[in-house]
Nanobody
Framework: QVQLVESGGGLVQPGGSLRLSCAAS????????MGWYRQAPGKQRELVAA???????NYADSVKGRFTISRDNAKNTVYLQMNSLKPEDTAVYYC?????????????WGQGTQVTVSS
């Protein structure tokens, strides 16, 4: 069982920065692709940033140049550094661990952390 716990959300002014953390239950980075998703009220959940199965990074066009995904293998933790925040970044942010095995896909999610960008 994979357990994910997000932290670091909060209220920030436009142009400000936040760093989100996702602590995993064990050393899973070699098995699961890690990423961040977000969902704003009335909108679909969308991919924000992820480490792909090819060990590359992938970012939504809306956050490229502003957000950076990183990880600390020793701490089993994934981070999302968010700079130059905009009001449209306001959403609940979810940590995701994904494993594909044959025709099956396994997804594990954290509880989410609220990010609000407002003056």
């Amino acid at each position: 069982q994979v357990q994910l716990v997000e932290s670091g959300g909060g209220l920030v002014q436009p142009g400000g920065s936040l760093r989100l953390s996702c602590a995993a239950s064990g050393s899973i980075f070699s098995t699961y692709a890690m990423g961040w998703y977000r969902q704003a009220p009335g909108k679909q959940r969308e991919l924000v940033a992820a480490f792909t199965s090819a060990n590359r990074t992938n970012y939504a066009d809306s956050v490229k140049g502003r957000f950076t995904i990183s990880r600390d293998n020793a701490k089993n933790t994934v981070y999302l550094q968010m700079n130059s925040l905009k009001p449209e970044d306001t959403a609940v942010y979810y940590c995701n661990a994904r494993r594909t095995k044959g025709i099956y896909r396994y997804d594990y999610w954290g509880q989410g952390t609220q990010v609000t960008v407002s003056s």
